[in-house]
């Protein structure tokens, strides 16, 4: 097989056949996968769920994670934020005619260490190979089925009281890219909070906690997700800026930039709504994994104005956190 | 809103919200959809099949459809090849920054015409922009889970003495899309053969046949199909060239540029697998659809080549009917 990826590689022929078995296959096969029919034959599912993602990102290799880790990561994510267990993905690739083998290997390596964390198999694929300049590099889009552990999580489920919880500091998916491309060398050593997520909310359940609606802050940031919620509700949400858990390198890089934490990208990082009375007991099995330990309650379902986000500053004063607006930072995602 | 897309209507932010909502949310919204989840909450599933495509095609309009007709089709008849009515589909979009509105939508509303022919739903989207220069125009990612109306459909089924019969005429999509792209102006009309399949198998599973084997001869063709069928169970399968339904007009285009018909991409038309006593009664349903007059039984799985496809010629000679190889047409799904 050549070094680089040819269009032939694209052409429902034998070139394409022998790319799907030698990388794809290879890797990632299964039962279910192994069979290579057109579409995967499941086994009966009583409480689905179903989400889909496509993945852009620039640079592909970021600290902290790749396009392959965070396809993985951010669909089932998508799952475990509707309390359903991650259980079949589907891989869809587009891929750059030239496109260096080895790289592609590389992430779908990265697609096979990250599936184990949610219980997950690649059940269905497709590779498409185009021209040269007709995209850049490698997309992925990643399509997922999981079973729901719990019913009733949803954003109309929100209520007067609940409070907001962050399951740990915002922010360092969007300021860790920004960097990357940038070229900056950073002090410290600041990574994309990329993970899978169903850890945490399987935690959560089994405990007994039932929070009332979950979100990864992913594009858009915590400003996106709180700005929905109470969107969606017309309740006002009410948060102490000062309670928003953020790492010194990212408040770093935001002010060097004159970005707002809130805004930035997260893809390992959610906002829970919930019971106060849970609050405790939440924050104490978040604080069990990696950056959990800055989990924090930052607000409270309450307020006087309907569909919109307060922000309380320390001196008292207090402004709207708006949703975010403009460019921001394109393929962040 | 402005007349192109921006960059900020992928933001995660307002301008992303907006979009998903004035052009995917009203076309296409349902009840599951509306809901505006993470992941969209189905019903029980009690034999689920799932599958995904990306769609790269290039011209995104062509006679007989366009991305949006075809990644509804691509994906469904997928579902429908196992036996599957495809019920759920999710629509992943990764768009050029200041690709025309307009043409968004026409996309959309296809997507939306075409959904009813196969009882489908979209349940769950994603919508990404990317910097100009980064994405030719638009790709599209359709997943789908569908309910198996029939079970033990499939490659491992096919039988020796099993007939293999088309639905129709091959090679029309590869061969529009062909003349489409240069420019070529052909005196009859060409269409390619974009369309669900669902409602053929529907009927053919009514009528009491079932198939051991169903495949839509997409990229590669008819050739590969066959070969892939062949490969997979180390049986020999034989075709009368003559018998194999190619129009005039596909004829034409292949002669006129050295193209083998059996190679050319298909969108709408299949390949079965089947007992010989329900070949009459199959090929009776089948002309019931457009095109399906053309429906012919081409083969049988006999023969003294394991894992080979022999063309038997209408003079006595006799040919290995191989994979396609090479670059083919790219971009031609």
Redesign the interface.
Known sequence: MKKTI???Q????????ALIKEIFWRHLGNEILD????????????????????F?I?PLFFPGGDIGKLSVCGTC???A??G?QPR?L?????IEEGFELRMLEKIVRSIKKELPHNDALI????T????R????GL?I?T????E?RCEGI???QIQPGDAIVVSRDIGRHGAAIFAAREGMELESALESDCASLWPQVASLLEAGIKPHAL??A????L??VLN?WAE?NNLCIEVEEEEIPVSNEVRGICELLGFEPA?L?NEGTFVLALDPADVPLALEILEAFPGGEEAMRIGEVKGDYPGKVVLNSPWGTRRFL???????L??I?
Chains 1, 2 share one sequence.
């Open positions: 040819t269009l032939a694209g052409n429902g022929g034998a070139e394409n056949h069979r290579g029919e057109d579409a995967a034959v499941l086994e009966a599912l009583e409480r689905p769920a179903f989400t889909t993602d496509s852009t620039s994510n998508d799952l934020m509707m359903a079949y589907s891989l869809s690739v587009v059940v269905s694929g497709d498409k190979v185009v021209p300049g007709t995209v850049d997309f889009t399509s997922g089925i999981g729901r949803g954003i109309s979100r990864d992913t594009r858009g940031g400003a996106a929905e969606a805004f990208a708006d949703w975010p607006t403009g460019e921001l394109p393929r995602c």
